[in-house]
């Protein structure tokens, strides 16, 4: 069933798209760090759309990515999992490698592990501020249902679900927007041969070695 009874729509605007958060590689989508709040609430069955932010000039107020939720695991149980070992990160890798996502484990303190990544610091030490605004919420969210469009972000009504300028997400109960589930329904019959593959490169794509402090936005 593509909207399943219960469910909602998450949707958020992306300040940053590098191919991090979320995660589109390999034919599954995760948001395993960023967005803690939706990352708590949102469950199997709910969907997130993520609309380009004002930093992101091109494709501001734009679909880059549709995704329904088919599975949230714990942050070790993301790490542990063979399936997704191909998501953790390699600074000396490819493109795509370098952007892995599966960057947080416990060690047996249950002390948090960050690996070396788009979240740490330049030489590879634990950004804490990255760090801990990500494990505020100790869960990742895993699709096989999505359609991630990238620098070809398409156009979508917003103003029919209420989006407007907003702080951190809004929450629509799919059993009674009829335009959230309109919007679902558009972007998956129009783009049903396109799902679960990146259609287009990440808008930062190009900024792929980079590293970003979420509390002040800096790029390095």
């Avoid at 041969?193 to 930062?204: A, E, L």
Wanted: aromatic share 12%.
């Amino acid at each position: 069933m593509l909207i399943e009874n219960n469910s909602y729509l998450y949707a958020y605007s992306i300040t940053r798209d590098f191919g991090f958060a979320p995660n589109p590689f390999h034919g599954i989508c995760t948001l395993a760090t960023c967005k803690p709040r939706i990352r708590k609430a949102a469950n199997i069955g709910d969907w997130i759309l993520g609309i380009g932010g004002a930093n992101l000039k091109s494709v501001k107020k734009k679909c880059i990515l549709l995704m329904k939720v088919t599975e949230k695991i714990s942050f070790n149980d993301y790490w542990e999992d063979n399936r997704f070992a191909i998501k953790k990160p390699a600074r000396n890798g490819s493109h795509v490698q370098i952007l892995g996502d599966n960057i947080y484990h416990q060690d047996d303190n249950n002390d948090w592990i960050q690996e070396d990544s788009h979240h740490s610091n330049a030489d590879g030490s634990f950004n804490m501020t990255n760090l801990e605004r990500d494990t505020r919420t100790d869960q990742v969210l895993i699709s096989r249902h999505f359609y991630y469009f990238g620098d070809k972000a398409v156009d979508v009504d917003l103003d029919s679900i209420g989006y407007h300028r907003i702080r951190d997400y809004i929450k629509l109960s799919l059993d009674h927007s009829i335009p959230a589930n309109d919007l679902i329904k558009k972007i998956d019959a129009e783009f049903h041969s396109d799902k679960n593959i990146v259609i287009s490169d990440p808008c930062q794509f190009s900024d792929f070695y980079k590293r970003v402090d979420q509390g002040t936005g800096e790029l390095y």
